[in-house]
Each structure stands twice: as C-alpha cells, then as structure tokens.
T-cell receptor
Framework: DAMVIQNPRYQVTQFGKPVTLSCSQTLNHNVMYWYQQKSSQAPKLLFHYYDKDFNNEADTPDNFQSRRPNTSFCFLDIRSPGLGDAAMYLC????????????FGQGTRLTVV | AQSVTQPDIHITVSEGASLELRCNYSYGATPYLFWYVQSPGQGLQLLLKYFSGDTLVQGIKGFEAEFKRSQSSFNLRKPSVHWSDAAEYFCAVGARGFGNEKLTFGTGTRLTIIP
C-alpha cells in the first residue's frame, strides 16, 4: 500500500563516488520534491518538479542533481558526495501546486565513508 | 520571509497524560499551517492542517491543533498520549498562493513517552 517508495532505505557510498537515490509514486501526483534532513534538523528542500518543470532551490549545491523521466519516478544524483552530505533524503509528492498535502516516502539514509 | 519556532526541543510525557506541543510562526498574512509526525527512521506523515475556517482543527490519531492569530501560534494537543506517539513532531508554515516549495519547517520537538 506504500504510495511513495524510496530505494534503497540505506545507502553507503564512498567519498567522491557518485550515488543515485530513487523515488517512485503510485499517486499520479504532479509535484515531486526532494528534501535533505540532517540529524536533529528540519527537512530542507533541495528541489522540486512540477510535472517536467524543474525548480532548484537557490542554495542547493551544484553537486546535487535530479531527473524525472516520467510521472512516477524521480531520482536524486549526488555527483561527488562529501562527508557533509550524509543525511536522510526524503522524497515527497503532492497533487498540485497550491498547498496541498505532501505525501512522504520513508526516506533513504545516506552514509558517506 | 516566513519562519517557524518550536521552542521545545524535547518533551517527556507519561503515558495517558495530556500533551501540548508549541509552535509559533511568523508570516505577513494568514498562513497555511501543518503538523507532521516522523517516527524513527521514517518519512513524515501529515497529522493535520489549517487553511481557513474553524480555528480548532482535528487530525488523525486523536490530535488537534488550535490556530490563534493573536498569538501567532498553532499548538498541537492530545488529551491522552499512547506509547506509540513517541516520535518527532514538526510544525510547518506555508505561504498562500504557493505550493509546498514554500513550506518552512520548524526544527522539531522530540516526544518521549514514559510508562
């Protein structure tokens, strides 16, 4: 019954080695978001897609990229992970743009070694 | 710019006792307000939201929250907590006319339940 599915749940990557996190949704929602949440902190929006329209937050590092090949899937690519990128990465979706409820996946815990 | 303050980093409550988690916001107009809950190692789940109308909002799992414009607050309450309520709780404020890309989260309150 999971509606927003993130894979993997736990990811260990080496310093500087590219890594991709994936998110899929069965809700057919237009909007998909990627958040970064570091320990004991609030989620921080990295970017979002409205359909195929990509919107990057101004302070998101260039090291973070995203792809949305279709409505159901969205990927977060970290080109050269640093130790400071270790965090929980949350994917979320919403039906529309105007303050509708966001549905979150369970997150991917990224460890950088 | 909007902001959210959750003044309590950590709260401990006995099972069966009442609960109130505080949230104060800063926004130039009437905001959209949300409470999310995050269990350990999980994503966020919406408990309740306020957009307009009745200032007392009922949510899931027996939670409610009251919007008080004069105090710029949106405190979360539950009359009797259960051990399963132990989690991190996030208050969030959204900007009218925008989507969740303008959602600002507070830093969270960790709730511990003791027997």
């Amino acid at each position: 019954d999971a509606m927003v599915i993130q894979n993997p749940r736990y990811q260990v990557t080496q310093f500087g080695k590219p890594v991709t996190l994936s998110c899929s949704q069965t809700l057919n929602h237009n909007v998909m978001y990627w958040y970064q949440q570091k320990s004991s902190q609030a989620p921080k929006l990295l970017f979002h897609y409205y359909d195929k329209d990509f919107n990057n937050e101004a302070d998101t590092p260039d090291n973070f990229q995203s792809r949305r090949p279709n409505t159901s899937f969205c990927f977060l690519d970290i080109r050269s992970p640093g130790l400071g990128d270790a965090a929980m990465y949350l994917c979320a979706t919403s039906r529309g743009r105007l303050n509708t409820e966001a549905f979150f996946g369970q997150g991917t815990r990224l460890t950088v070694v | 710019a909007q902001s959210v303050t959750q003044p309590d980093i950590h709260i401990t409550v006995s099972e069966g006792a009442s609960l109130e988690l505080r949230c104060n916001y800063s926004y130039g107009a009437t905001p959209y307000l949300f409470w999310y809950v995050q269990s350990p190692g999980q994503g966020l789940q919406l408990l309740l939201k306020y957009f307009s109308g009745d200032t007392l909002v009922q949510g899931i799992k027996g939670f409610e929250a009251e919007f008080k414009r004069s105090q710029s607050s949106f405190n979360l309450r539950k009359p009797s907590v259960h051990w399963s309520d132990a989690a991190e709780y996030f208050c969030a404020v959204g900007a009218r006319g925008f989507g969740n890309e303008k959602l600002t989260f507070g830093t969270g309150t960790r709730l511990t339940i003791i027997p």
